[in-house]
T-cell receptor, first 114, second 109 residues
Framework: GAGVSQTPSNKVTEKGKYVELRCDPISGHTALYWYRQSLGQGPEFLIYFQGTGAADDSGLPNDRFFAVRPEGSVSTLKIQRTERGDSAVYLC????????????FGEGSRLTVL | TQLLEQSPQFLSIQEGENLTVYCNSSSVFSSLQWYRQEPGEGPVLLVTVVTGGEVKKLKRLTFQFGDARKDSSLHITAAQPGDTGLYLCAGGSNYKLTFGKGTLLTVNP
């Protein structure tokens, strides 16, 4: 597709379960970003990749959160032992590079932890 | 930590009215961006302002960056129902943006 694709669009899980959220960036974009948007808030930076490596993961809230981008394209955000406070929309974005270029956001994955 | 405060938080107006929303910070930003987000969608970039005092126009939308690069405003002329959405300002480096909480604008026909 032409834009950033995120799956699933909605995920409902129980507290304590493991969750994976997938992001497929725009073809040719080397930079990929994860943001989290809680209800009534603006997006909050989690992590960004330049190529395959996590260049800055300072926004990850704790060690239950982890993200990978093994081949420099698709990325997966992994959340272990989910908590109710993890409920939010997880947004993925990509850009041509991290130093320049417009960020294009996907529609997000809405995570609800019961 | 650089914080961005947006006001008002909510704004409901009638079609054809003008409005201004604000984005303020105590920190200096090298640039500020404005996004619009519709329900169930990701934010979409409207404009980036870089120079203090800069004014940019996008059809009926006028964006201004404060002289001290600590604040910005978005003015919409003759608002239309299609302008309805969450308007977010964001600043920081390109790879690590800090967003405000946004102004939720509703334009009633």
């Amino acid at each position: 597709g032409a834009g950033v694709s995120q799956t699933p669009s909605n995920k409902v899980t129980e507290k304590g379960k493991y969750v994976e959220l997938r992001c497929d960036p725009i073809s040719g974009h080397t930079a990929l970003y994860w943001y989290r948007q809680s209800l009534g808030q603006g997006p909050e930076f989690l992590i960004y990749f330049q190529g395959t490596g996590a260049a800055d993961d300072s926004g990850l809230p704790n060690d239950r959160f982890f993200a990978v981008r093994p081949e420099g394209s698709v990325s997966t955000l992994k959340i272990q032992r989910t908590e109710r406070g993890d409920s939010a929309v997880y947004l993925c974005a990509s850009s041509l590079s991290a130093s320049a270029g417009e960020l294009f956001f996907g529609e997000g994955s809405r995570l609800t932890v019961l | 930590t650089q914080l961005l405060e947006q006001s008002p938080q909510f704004l409901s107006i009638q079609e054809g009215e003008n409005l201004t929303v604000y984005c303020n910070s105590s920190s200096v930003f090298s640039s500020l961006q404005w996004y619009r987000q519709e329900p169930g969608e990701g934010p979409v970039l409207l404009v980036t302002v870089v120079t203090g005092g800069e004014v940019k126009k996008l059809k009926r939308l006028t964006f201004q960056f404060g002289d001290a690069r600590k604040d910005s405003s978005l003015h919409i002329t003759a608002a239309q129902p299609g302008d309805t959405g969450l308007y977010l300002c964001a600043g920081g480096s390109n790879y690590k943006l800090t967003f405000g909480k946004g102004t939720l604008l509703t334009v009633n026909p």
